[in-house]
């Protein structure tokens, strides 16, 4: 069973993809959405979430694309998922019994996980998916310069 809902965990890959791969420069939405196979209309409304907040932010032209608003140290991954579970996935939520009695308590252990998550950093996980060799070597080893 996966906790995360589709939202929240496209929106996790996306903020890690570009800090993976900004490397001085912006990451498209395309870029991003042909890596992974993903939807472009809906990547695009979570990175646009994503902007509103202050995790990222939007350089427009054509080379434009998405970077890093703040270090990775400083972003939380709980605060990319409260993000993205606000941007509409599209899906209905049921009205039967089983929802209703297990609502409140799959809200209580989303909350308990989301608490657990605000102490885990965006520079956390980027450096699980290096050592993962998820990115594409030592070039890939963008950074947040201020």
């Known amino acids: 069973m996966k906790l995360l809902r589709r939202p929240a965990r496209l929106a ?19 870029e991003i959405a042909a890596r992974y196979d993903l939807p472009p209309r809906r990547l695009e409304a979570l990175l646009q979430a994503m902007v509103r907040a202050g995790v990222l932010t939007s350089i427009r032209g ?3 694309g998405y970077e890093l608003a703040r270090e990775r140290r400083r972003i939380c991954v709980g605060e990319i998922v409260r993000i993205a579970l606000r941007v509409d996935d599209g899906s209905q939520e049921g009205a039967c019994l089983l929802d209703r009695v297990m609502d409140p308590t ?12 605000d102490g885990v950093t965006l520079d956390e996980i980027y450096a699980s998916a290096l050592a993962l060799e998820m990115a594409d070597g030592p070039k890939a080893r963008g950074d947040f310069d201020i």
């Open 12 to 30: 996790l890959l996306a903020v890690l993809d570009v800090a993976i791969h900004a490397r001085g420069r912006p990451v498209s939405s395309k």
């Open 62 to 64: 054509p080379a434009g």
């Open 106 to 117: 799959l809200a209580a252990a989303e909350a308990r996980a989301l608490t657990y998550l």
